[in-house]
């Protein structure tokens, strides 16, 4: 049973669309981070949400934490190419200190 | 300066060869780990050392054995490489736990014939 679920798994888009990438959990995360991935590199942190409810902007990608912490979810608006990527939720339950445990990501294409 | 750095970048061997894959961290980090990303990019933690101390070991065949000889550096060895050892694995570090920023490393593709 995967702790992450991540949605859609694939996602393939116009540049200048908008997009909205799903991390959903039946477990409650102290923590929870965004990571993109480019081919041949390994993950980079984009942000981290710890409150429940919490929104935090990132030009413009826009994080937001569910109010239950169970959830997140990454708004990209005018998607450009340069946000190509697979994108990686991973979260940190409480209790379960120095674990932090991956989804299975999203691979975006943002098409020229 | 790279600040997570592991060698080698890509490895191919022969099966029931032994390898290993070296990890060095400048950024002062108290906790190192070893990721195995799938195939299908699934990433998953392998162990975990913070001060030298081994704090994580999942489910991984015991041919594998991390070593850290200071916390700065965590080795992975492999013995006996099997076919479906074939994947990318991460080196990555934080200053305490991982609730703070992972720093990964670019990786290590390893390729068992």
Wanted: aromatic share 10%.
């Amino acid at each position: 049973t995967q702790l992450l679920e991540q949605s859609p798994q694939f996602l393939s888009i116009q540049e200048g669309e908008n997009l909205t990438v799903y991390c959903n959990s039946s477990s409650v995360f102290s923590s929870l981070q965004w990571y993109r991935q480019e081919p041949g590199e390994g993950p980079v942190l984009l942000v981290t949400v710890v409150t429940g409810g919490e929104v935090k902007k990132l030009k413009r990608l826009t994080f937001q934490f569910g109010d239950a912490r169970k959830d997140s979810s990454l708004h990209i608006t005018a998607a450009q190419p340069g946000d190509t990527g697979l994108y990686l939720c991973a979260g940190v339950r409480g209790g379960s200190n120095y674990k932090l445990t991956f989804g299975k990501g999203t691979l975006l294409t943002v098409n020229p | 300066d790279t600040a997570v750095s592991q060698t080698p970048k890509y490895l191919v061997t022969q099966m029931g060869n032994d390898k290993s894959i070296k990890c060095e961290q400048n950024l002062g980090h108290d906790t190192m780990y070893w990721y195995k990303q799938d195939s299908k990019k699934f990433l998953k933690i392998m162990f975990s050392y913070n001060n030298k101390e081994l704090i994580i070991n999942e489910t991984v065949p015991n041919r594998f054995s991390p070593k850290s000889p200071d916390k700065a550096h965590l080795n992975l060895h492999i013995n006996s490489l099997e076919l479906g050892d074939s994947a990318v694995y991460f080196c990555a570090s934080s200053q305490v736990r991982p609730n703070e920023k992972l720093f990964f490393g670019s990786g290590t593709q390893l390729s068992v014939l």
